[in-house]
Nanobody, 115 residues
Framework: QVQLVESGGGLVQPGGSLRLSCAAS????????MGWYRQTPGKQRELVAE???????NYADSVKGRFTISRDNAKNTVYLQMNSLKPEDTADYYC?????????WGKGTLVTVSS
């Protein structure tokens, strides 16, 4: 059984920062990548950032230069440092774990950027 637990979401003012964490536990084998997705009502879930087992990163154009994804392989934990937050960053953020066996999702954490 695999479980992903996100933390770090909350309310922040424009220009502020948040750091999201996602800890994976359980029977995890052969991780391909871990990443963060976000979704707002009426919109399709979109990739925000991902990091592969080899350390390669990929970011949505809208967050490049502001967000940084990192990982701690020993802890099976991925982080998303979000700086210079904008109101349009408001969304439910979901952690994703991609393995050779399956893909897993966290329950999500809400990030609200508002004055």
């Amino acid at each position: 059984q695999v479980q992903l637990v996100e933390s770090g979401g909350g309310l922040v003012q424009p220009g502020g920062s948040l750091r999201l964490s996602c800890a994976a536990s359980g029977s995890i084998f052969s991780i391909n990548a871990m990443g963060w997705y976000r979704q707002t009502p009426g919109k399709q879930r979109e990739l925000v950032a991902e990091i592969t087992s080899g350390g390669r990163t990929n970011y949505a154009d809208s967050v490049k230069g502001r967000f940084t994804i990192s990982r701690d392989n020993a802890k099976n934990t991925v982080y998303l440092q979000m700086n210079s937050l904008k109101p349009e960053d408001t969304a439910d953020y979901y952690c994703n774990l991609d393995t050779r066996k399956s893909r897993y999702w966290g329950k999500g954490t809400l990030v609200t950027v508002s004055s």
